[in-house]
């Protein structure tokens, strides 16, 4: 059973950092592309960033460009999301997804969610 399990959300004032890890389970993770999306209260999932099976392609979506940055630790079945600048637009609950296809995961359609953790930025 694959298991995506997110965790280092929290609050934070604008300009702030925050770390988001999500650890990965029942899969061979260094086969799957990963990435993380954000849903904001009352607005649909998005696409926040992609990182390849081998850390060798990142793409990330226009409004976090410059100041998130996504990485992943095979030997740690682990992905991360490094956020800094955070803006109050950053509000969300923050997705962690796998994919054994890089593409589906830029197309919003991963095989495999986690459960989300949210970050809270305050002006």
């Known amino acids: 059973q694959v298991q995506l399990v997110e965790s280092g959300g929290g609050a934070v004032q604008a300009g702030g950092s925050l770390r988001l890890s999500c650890a990965a389970s029942?899969?061979?993770?260094?086969?799957?592309?990963m990435g993380w999306f954000r849903q904001a209260p009352g607005k649909e999932r998005e696409f926040v960033a992609h990182i390849s099976r081998n850390s060798d392609s990142t793409y990330y979506a226009d409004s976090v460009k410059g100041r998130f940055t996504i990485s992943r630790d095979n030997a740690k079945n682990t992905v991360y999301l490094q956020m800094n600048s955070l803006k109050p637009e950053d509000t969300a609950v923050y997705y962690c997804?796998?994919?054994?296809?890089?593409?589906?995961?830029?197309?919003?359609?991963?095989?495999?969610w986690g459960q989300g953790t949210q970050v809270t930025v305050s002006s």
């Open positions: 997804a796998a994919d054994l296809a890089g593409s589906m995961i830029i197309r919003g359609t991963p095989a495999y």
């Open positions: 029942g899969l061979t993770f260094s086969s799957y592309a």
